[in-house]
Nanobody, 124 residues
Framework: QVQLVESGGGLVQAGGSLRLSCAGS????????IGWFRQPPGKEREFVAA????????YYANSAKGRFTISRDSAKNTVYLQMDSLQPEDTAVYYC?????????????????WGQGTQVTVSS
């Protein structure tokens, strides 16, 4: 059974940065694609970025391109989301998920495992 734990959220001013972490466990975690999603207040969960098993293939939502960077440290079983130039519209609960469906898996229903989420709030 794969377990995911997110951390690193918080309150930041517009223009600031945060780095989220997704720590994974379970014998299949290291082989799975990991995606970051976010759920703004009152809205549905949306895709942000994904990475393959060894970190050499990534995919981003248009809203994340140029500002967010996803990476993976296999030795630490951790996936990161570096978020720069944050804006108030980035405010959301951020979740990581694990899937076998590939790095371009943007549909939440393709993900088999989820973390509990971490809150990111960007003030103007």
């Amino acid at each position: 059974q794969v377990q995911l734990v997110e951390s690193g959220g918080g309150l930041v001013q517009a223009g600031g940065s945060l780095r989220l972490s997704c720590a994974g466990s379970g014998h299949t975690f290291s082989s799975m694609f990991i995606g970051w999603f976010r759920q703004p207040p009152g809205k549905e969960r949306e895709f942000v970025a994904a990475v393959n098993w060894n970190g050499d293939s990534t995919y981003y939502a248009n809203s994340a391109k140029g500002r967010f960077t996803i990476s993976r440290d296999s030795a630490k079983n951790t996936v990161y989301l570096q978020m720069d130039s944050l804006q108030p519209e980035d405010t959301a609960v951020y979740y990581c998920g694990a899937t076998w469906a590939g790095v371009r898996a943007i549909d939440v229903h393709l993900y088999d495992h989820w973390g509990q989420g971490t809150q990111v709030t960007v003030s103007s």
